[in-house]
């Protein structure tokens, strides 16, 4: 009789759409790499001090090139509507540029001007005496040196950008900036700039990503990094997908969705490498059900597997527009053991694998798991980044439950942040009352 060893890989899929409004102040010194990626080579850190009133913020090099992108992700405005940045940055030195703006990945490399050069993007760009307007690879130079003034350094300024979608394909675009104290009080302003400007690839991006960078010596600290545009509603918000190997020697693929519009089903794809493009197509379509705002649970057994061979594993999710995403790949192992009686070992991530019932009223239930016993500590905040509670638990290793109890908050997007071992992450949740 063959045994396996059982190999259980999570990954937890879930994609952080913000809600309308997003804040990041940094006062968390891991906020920085829990909502943003890096380019190739980061180089910004996230401080505890430095900030505005000396609290949190991300720590800009003098000389240093780099650009920090979102993990999450904005919907277009709707024409007549408009998507809003901001951010407080503190004067460095008197050369050099800072910039943000929206594009259309979530991982994004910049040139010497703080213009993205990797995917298309709207966003601006200052200096000490002007700045820029970037249109993907175009550009709108501005000058108000004469008229107001150089950026002085020591400083804080409060650099506002605008997109209003006023067609189609049409963005008029405006900077704002206002000298600040260093508690993030305005003061004056200092300048306001428009343009307007055609751009077909960011109307036909389904998502937009938010970005800020800086290039050589301008800014010193960056700090309160505000977006307010409108959410994206999936398809599909994927809780889990998890691989693994069953006694009969079988690989057991099992997901979670927390909700589902408009979906047409499920594809397994699987290839003997960690290439999507050599992936086969395992199943016939599973089908969901229409419009589910429910928690749901899938499985598929793969009973064409041999022993002592690895096999790679994805998820695809078929829209009803034909359109599909991936998610994995998920990697077993199947291998013979000489001991028929051995206990499989199961390999747990440490993780957040669901929010149930989401959206809840007032409670509702997080299960996670934990790689080792150790404790665990929860804090739930607002689409401002207020915390609104907490609660640290004792958890052992394997799967593990604790109940959120939000009576006395009114209804609203909240985030529940799991921290456990130095492993952080995220879930959105809603509280409908």
């Not at 003034?149 to 409060?158: A, I, R, T, V």
């Not at 905040?381 to 604790?402: A, H, I, P, W």
Request: with cysteine; charged share 15%; hydrophobic share 35%.
């Amino acid at each position: 009789m063959k045994t396996s060893f059982i190999c259980i890989i999570m990954i937890l899929v879930s994609t952080v759409l913000m809600g309308v409004t997003d804040l990041q102040n940094f006062n968390n010194t891991s906020d920085l790499t829990t909502w943003f990626n890096p380019d190739a080579t980061p180089v910004f850190t996230n401080i505890s001090t430095g900030g505005l009133s000396n609290s949190g913020s991300v720590s800009i090099p003098i000389g240093s090139f780099d650009v920090w992108t979102g993990v999450y992700s904005f919907g277009l405005p709707s024409i007549g509507n408009q998507a809003v940045l901001s951010g407080y940055f503190l004067i460095g030195a008197n050369s050099g540029y800072s910039g943000f703006g929206l594009a259309t990945a979530d991982v994004n490399e910049i040139n010497n001007e703080c213009n993205i050069t990797t995917s298309n993007s709207l966003g601006v760009q200052f200096h000490g005496g002007g700045g820029a307007f970037f249109n993907n690879t175009a550009s709108q130079n501005l000058d108000w040196f004469d008229e107001d003034g150089d950026l002085l350094e020591g400083s804080w300024y409060k650099i506002t950008f605008t997109i209003d979608r006023t067609a189609e394909s049409t963005f008029d675009l405006e900077m704002d900036i206002w000298l600040s104290d260093s508690d993030g009080v305005l003061q004056s302003r200092h300048t306001i700039q428009n343009w307007s400007c055609t751009n077909t690839d960011i109307s036909a991006a389904a998502e937009l990503y938010p970005y800020f960078c800086n290039a050589s010596e301008r800014s010193s600290h960056m700090d309160d990094f505000y977006v307010q545009a409108e959410e994206i509603t999936l398809p599909v918000t994927m809780s889990s997908f998890t691989a693994s190997v069953t006694a009969s020697n079988f690989v057991m693929l099992q997901w979670i969705t927390e909700s589902e519009s408009e979906m047409m089903g499920y594809n397994v794809h699987r290839s003997a490498a960690a290439n999507l493009e050599d992936a086969i197509r395992m199943n016939v379509l599973t089908i969901p059900a229409y419009n589910n705002p429910t928690q749901s649970e899938y499985s598929y057994m793969d009973e064409e597997v041999d022993s002592e061979q690895t096999y790679y594993y994805w998820l695809e999710s078929v829209e009803l527009n034909g359109s599909s995403r991936f998610y994995g790949p998920q990697i077993v192992t199947v291998t013979e053991t000489s001991e028929p009686d051995d206990t499989p070992e199961v390999v747990y991530a440490t993780g957040i694998k669901s929010v149930f019932p989401n959206p809840f009223n007032p409670m509702t239930t997080i299960s996670y798991s934990l790689a080792s016993d150790q404790t665990v500590h929860f804090t739930m905040f607002d689409l401002k980044g207020r915390k609104v509670g907490e609660m640290t638990k004792q958890g052992n290793k394997g799967n593990n439950t604790v109940t959120w109890n939000a009576e006395g908050l009114s209804s609203g997007i909240y985030f529940i942040r799991m921290n456990a071992g130095g492993e952080e992450e995220t879930r959105k949740v809603m509280l409908l009352k």
